[in-house]
T-cell receptor, first 111, second 117 residues
Framework: SQKIEQNSEALNIQEGKTATLTCNYTNYSPAYLQWYRQDPGRGPVFLLLIRENEKEKRKERLKVTFDTTLKQSLFHITASQPADSATYLCALRGSARQLTFGSGTQLTVLP | DGGITQSPKYLFRKEGQNVTLSCEQNLNHDAMYWYRQDPGQGLRLIYYSQIVNDFQKGDIAEGYSVSREKKESFPLTVTSAQKNPTAFYLC????????????????FGPGTRLTVT
């Protein structure tokens, strides 16, 4: 069956460090992968999309990589700030052509 | 301002009652979606619609119903048949996905937290 795993439920890092979040998937052949940010009690907000033919995508302090051989995406936040604290979700388009979301990684950036 | 609105933010109902959650968008998106989120879990798709007067079941449609009479509106009814209705419900919209290699981000509303006792 198709599965998306974000390998840690919670990640704590010190302010200024780089946060790295992982999204692994099985039994998908995604043409692309999306990352969203979700704050407590609110709806997710789209951050980045990366296509299968793109190895890396950047947006300000955010960087996403996509390795279709490893079936993995890495999401990096450089120079992290307490305001980056949130839950980050990865999402893939599955066989039904609709997005399937991972359960998320809760990131806490400590001042 | 363009966006998606959901109302109410909090909703309380007694077991056995049907309840309807509102979702409205002014983004001119054709596609709309309903998700359910439980603590520690990802979003699970309940229903989606890509055009007015048409909708499809998602992964967990049992105990739910929807309608799409207008492009802007996609209300969700949680029926008494839904065994565990207490959850955080999220509505989203997007441009219609066409083909296997297209993808558009989804825009989410603020959510409705439903508690059934």
């Amino acid at each position: 069956s198709q599965k998306i795993e974000q390998n840690s439920e919670a990640l704590n890092i010190q302010e200024g460090k780089t946060a790295t979040l992982t999204c692994n998937y099985t039994n998908y052949s995604p043409a692309y992968l999306q990352w969203y940010r979700q704050d407590p009690g609110r709806g997710p907000v789209f951050l980045l999309l990366i296509r299968e033919n793109e190895k890396e995508k950047r947006k300000e302090r955010l960087k996403v990589t996509f390795d279709t051989t490893l079936k993995q995406s890495l999401f990096h936040i450089t120079a992290s700030q307490p305001a980056d604290s949130a839950t980050y979700l990865c999402a893939l388009r599955g066989s039904a052509r609709q997005l399937t979301f991972g359960s998320g990684t809760q990131l806490t950036v400590l001042p | 301002d363009g966006g998606i609105t959901q109302s109410p933010k909090y909703l309380f109902r007694k077991e056995g009652q049907n309840v309807t959650l509102s979702c409205e968008q002014n983004l001119n998106h054709d596609a709309m979606y309903w998700y359910r989120q439980d603590p520690g879990q990802g979003l699970r798709l309940i229903y989606y619609s890509q055009i007015v007067n048409d909708f499809q079941k998602g992964d967990i449609a049992e105990g739910y119903s929807v309608s799409r009479e207008k492009k802007e509106s996609f209300p969700l009814t949680v029926t008494s048949a839904q065994k565990n209705p207490t959850a955080f419900y999220l509505c989203a919209s997007s441009i219609v996905q066409t083909g296997s290699t297209t993808s558009y981000e989804q825009y989410f509303g603020p959510g409705t937290r439903l508690t059934v006792t």
